[in-house]
């Protein structure tokens, strides 16, 4: 029912969660090192199959919130992500059963495992998006109308924050968006806590297992000196959108995201290709024709190693493949496409998906 996590596994959770964070959900590297520091101490992480859950367990969904280029300067901690789960465990008078990322997209795939490894508490395989999304109101939870609170946030202070009640997920999303902005534009997060039907029901399965197939894929391709970029081809079906070098990067931190745009300089010549970003990549343009698009999955990748790159991060000179991977079902329902797909990011324009013209 559990399985034992060793520390490359961790490591190859990382690798496939900063692909699958199509550019945001916070560089894992620094949560790696944690991790290396609490397997080396002796500290480990179970994970669980969700089908293994009772249906009235109670699974704590975490999670960091802000803009990724702050966590650049100030890094993740164990200690600091177990904060909001104490804040919530106390406000519901009961400990999780359970712990979830809310995306295993990025830094924050790996959140559960850095309180896991603390409290004992397993690590369920799935998640709530399937990738990362910058906002609340973009999961699967929210698509399929689930209750939205109570909410536990804090920061490296002495602040704790209960939201207990919010009219919706836009409103949730709205007002822990405005405190995360004042404490700094980061926070650590414990989203509404889920029972185990409705991870079962309404969650994104086996998703850290899909991130760890995806590391472990890109790892074999760098020690075997193969195309790392066509092994991940193989790993998720994907497909190679772009190839170029990256000439110019426009990014600003505002309202508690990282927004921006990237242009690269393609392969043929004078063809160049705009990638639009909120926290994660979220449409790609060639002369003025949108290509790829969110939701489905937009991996910038570096061309010689196969691992992700993200907004934070990306500069001048980088050498990139662009993919495309399917997206979860859930987000190309009526609903879900209202939640994530590219007029939820302000572009007047129909999602069509790169796969439909296989």
Request: glycine content about 10%.
């Amino acid at each position: 029912m559990l399985k034992e996590l060793i520390i490359d596994d961790i490591e190859a959770i990382a690798v496939g969660s900063w692909i699958l964070g199509t550019g945001g959900g916070g560089n894992p590297y620094r949560s790696l090192l944690n991790m290396r520091e609490l397997y080396r101490k002796g500290y480990k992480v179970n994970l669980i199959n969700p089908k293994y859950l009772n249906d009235n367990d109670s699974v704590g969904v975490l999670s960091n919130m802000g803009a990724p280029l702050v966590g650049e300067e100030r890094l993740s901690d164990p200690e600091f992500a177990k904060k909001p789960v104490l804040i919530m465990e106390s406000y519901l008078g009961s400990k999780f059963d359970a712990l979830m990322p809310l995306e295993i997209g990025g830094a924050n795939g790996l959140q559960p495992f850095l309180v896991g490894a603390l409290t004992g508490q397993p690590v369920v395989d799935a998640d709530q998006m399937g990738r990362a999304y910058p906002e609340a109101q973009m999961t699967s939870v929210a698509v399929n109308n689930l209750k939205c609170f109570p909410l536990t946030m804090a920061d490296i202070r002495d602040n704790e924050i209960i939201i207990k009640k919010a009219d919706n997920w836009r409103w949730m999303e709205r007002i822990s968006r405005k405190i995360c902005t004042e404490i700094g534009s980061i926070a650590a997060t414990c989203k509404a806590p889920r029972t185990g039907l409705e991870v079962k029901k309404y969650c994104i399965r086996n998703t850290v297992s899909k991130a760890l197939k995806l590391g472990k894929a890109v790892k074999k391709a760098q020690k075997e000196k193969t195309d790392p970029i066509e092994a991940i081809i193989k790993v998720t079906k994907g497909l190679r959108v772009f190839s170029g070098k990256v000439v110019d990067v426009n990014r600003r931190t505002t309202g508690g995201f990282l927004k921006g745009q990237i242009t690269i300089n393609g392969k043929k010549k004078h063809e160049n290709l705009i990638l639009h970003f909120q926290n994660e990549f979220s449409l790609g343009i060639i002369k003025d024709k949108p290509i790829v698009m969110t939701p489905d999955l937009i991996c910038v990748l570096d061309s010689y190693t196969g691992e992700a790159i993200g907004t934070d991060t990306i500069r001048y000179g980088h050498k990139i493949d662009i993919l495309a991977l399917p997206a979860p079902k859930v987000f190309l329902s009526t609903e879900g496409l209202k939640a994530v797909g590219p007029k939820a990011f302000g572009f007047d324009i129909e999602f069509k998906s790169i796969f439909k013209n296989e």
